[in-house]
């Protein structure tokens, strides 16, 4: 493979992985696990350290620009080994001083100390997966908690943290348009600065795609219900800045937007993946995604499954798969930047797009159309 040529390194990310769940729900595709027994707490926070550690040479002299701790549910875990786990962390990698450190959290596990222990221990954004305030339809999701539960844990998070994301899923079995948009305004009800709101959908080896879910509305009633939900939100000072993500001003999610822009990300924690750019070459990584083997693996120094060069030719897709989720799209600077590759490489590419209404092409921009989000597959498939 022809060798690439960054001239500066994106800004660079860490993602942490957290794999178990007290159940898992049918529609999910995450690599998580259900709990069995006690949660190996001290064993699993030691074997990230040890992941990081390993990972070092890879990301020398780059500082971290924001943290994800996700999963599974990472709420499960103490606010003593997320405050330690931080800690070991900041000795060994800078961190921004301005980072956003976000932790992804189940209402149905959600401990008010543990709370405060994370806001104390440095994170500074939570995302809770609500999913609905409707009780019939939080069952038929396979999730933990109740509507009453969902209000009580905003309402916990919202005493420590002013920034915060509340998770809703919108088209599902038997939904109406009103009981959608009656989920999106309770979720308004807690003031929240983020909101993301995604349509079902039905991924392979999940529950839901051995057994499809009967009443599923029509993607004609699933579009009228995004469409409202735009309105809704935009009508409360919520801008849609991504597909499925809405903010209010300044508090978009920016290890997110770190991902849709192309930028780097080390993935540490069974199952986690990673992107790292280097002067000649971008490379993917993935860990191997059983947490017991992955814990075993650590001790040998084993725990990469994966490690692949990306191609040059399949760098223009790459790209592309992440920043056209943008609504206000990407600079034609960006491009050539993350990848190395002119820009004139893809512009016939471009003016194909446009000519089907997916793109807006300005002189240093390329926007999706409304047309081109709600067709995104049609537009990528120019691309391949």
Known sequence: MTQLALQQLPPLSLYIHMPWCIQKCPYCDFNS?????????????NALIADLELALPLIWGRSIQTIFIGGGTPSLFSGTSIDYLLTQIRARIKISPYAEITLEANPGTVERHFIREYAEAGVNRISLGIQSFNDAHLKRLGR???AHEASQAI????????????????GLPEQSISQALADITQALSFNSTHLSAYNLTIEPNTEFAKFIPANLPNDDLCYAMQDQIINQLSAHGFQ???TSAYARKAHQAQ?????????????????????LSFHDKIIRQSRHKHPQEYMKRILNQQQILENTVIQKSDLSLEFMM???????????????????????????????????GFLE?????????EQGRD???NLLEIFM
Not at 33 to 45: F, N, S
Not at 163 to 168: K, M, R, V
Not at 337 to 353: C, V
Request: glycine fraction near 6%; charge should be negative.
């Open 240 to 242: 849609r800045y991504e």
């Open 322 to 356: 992440n920043a056209l989720r943008l609504t206000n799209g990407f600079s034609n600077q960006l491009f050539s930047e993350t990848t190395s590759l002119p820009f004139s490489q893809i512009l016939p590419q471009l003016l194909r797009a446009q000519q089907q």
């Open 361 to 369: 092409l300005t002189p240093t921009k390329i926007i999706p159309t």
């Open 375 to 377: 067709f995104l597959n």
């Open 155 to 170: 309402e916990t998070v919202a005493t420590h943290f002013e920034n915060f994301n509340l998770d809703i899923i919108y």
């Open 33 to 45: 696990h259900k709990l069995k027994g006690e949660l190996p707490e001290i064993e699993y926070i």
């Open 255 to 275: 290890h997110n937007l770190n991902y849709w822009q192309f930028g780097d990300y080390l993935g540490i924690g069974a199952g986690a993946h990673s992107k």
């Open 144 to 146: 933990i908690h109740t």
